[in-house]
């Protein structure tokens, strides 16, 4: 068991004085990451009204296999892979396809258990951890603060990330409720992308995929929210709950990134709990998974969970990552195009018994860590065990990248305004940026 604990060599990569100042360059590994995401989703041809039906139906007919009495959301960090409700990995899917998310609704009517879940938690847009300020942030990136609600033949279903049935219930979302005044055809439904409070039995309604059967996946994010702020109260949806509307919607605020905007999203007191803000790339269409046109930026003022916990709550001394195995002992990250961030001796796996799709938690070796050409690369990792079987997912490469820069040098409210600034650009020369690293 001694030598599970040792730390993990990872003989190519030299260590580094940890302080060593570095110049952040005017296009990060971030930056290029939006730059291709806007470029694909311009080329892009998909049928976005056929993805938006196969979510709805399968929705309203995946089985339900969590017990009602846990399948609440309890914690305000529904961004947070960590404070997420996660769910225990699936073989099926695991080892399926990258195509798995994109499962018609026959196939996915026939996944059980964890695989349905998984399979939902694949349908949520995730934002990308601020690892940087986007150029032209007061543009394209308006500022504000998960569960998808389906509405479809007299009913309304939300469900979490994992794919369990949150509440079933009576809404005035179109064809939301068995009533004369709001039932309509069954080709009619809508899908939003919300986050559950529990204490004021609120869903706060972050993004809308469709409405009244038209898709919005292929939409910008900028006409989304129009949508989203008319639609939304037109439908008396964010009426107080009544016989036929269980529970109140409301839409999070939506400031524009300038900076009285930020400032209000920032300082301003909402009737929610706050956990940092996010940021919208005005030009993005809503996809599934981890998308660098949305960003989650979080600081101690802001968010109560800035650093990573432990399983006791605690922040441990040393940073934690959770990176996935390869059959190669490469140790990946989550993301779309996963990222190799360490890698395990044969011998390692052999005495261990660890195997292809564990999930693996490491503790990062600071000295060790190098940012090279705006990209993190990590050294020695300890390797401390298998992750909790709950989780479904490895850390994604940005949150990764965050956790170490807030532990070191933190991007601040203040840089954020700073880059604001009309006379920003023409004092910063080549839009460098002093960092610690």
Known sequence: MQN????LEAEWMAPHELRRPYKRPAISDQQRRRDIELLRQSQQRSDSQNRARRLASSILS?????SPDTAHIDLPDVLDDDYDLVLEQSPELRDASPTARDLDVVQASKLKGSAARHWFARQL???EWMIDVPPNLDRDWPAGKRCFVVSSNGSTVSRLRNGSVLHH?????PNGARNKDISAPSHVYCILDCIYHEFDQTYYVIDMVCWRGYSLYNCSAEFRFFWL???LSESGACNPPSTYHRYRFSVVPIC?????????AYTGSFTFVKDGLLFYNRHAHYQTGNTPLALVWKDDL???????TDSKGHVPAQQ????????????MTSDDHPIVLGFLERDFLQKSGLQAGNLLRFSVIDECVKIVDGKLELGDLQYIGKANRARAFADSYSKVFFQYTARHSPLRFHDLIAFLNPNYHENAENNDIEMIG
């Open 4 to 7: 599970l604990q040792r730390a």
């Open 62 to 66: 995946l089985p339900d296999h969590a």
């Open 125 to 127: 847009m995730l934002p």
């Open 229 to 231: 702020n008319s639609k």
């Open 256 to 264: 524009d990134c300038n900076q009285i905007g930020l400032h209000k």
């Open 169 to 173: 219930f009576p809404s005035f979302l």
């Open 320 to 331: 934690q990552v959770v990176l996935e195995l390869q059959e190669d002992g490469n140790l």
């Open 302 to 308: 802001c968010s109560q969970y800035v650093l990573d």
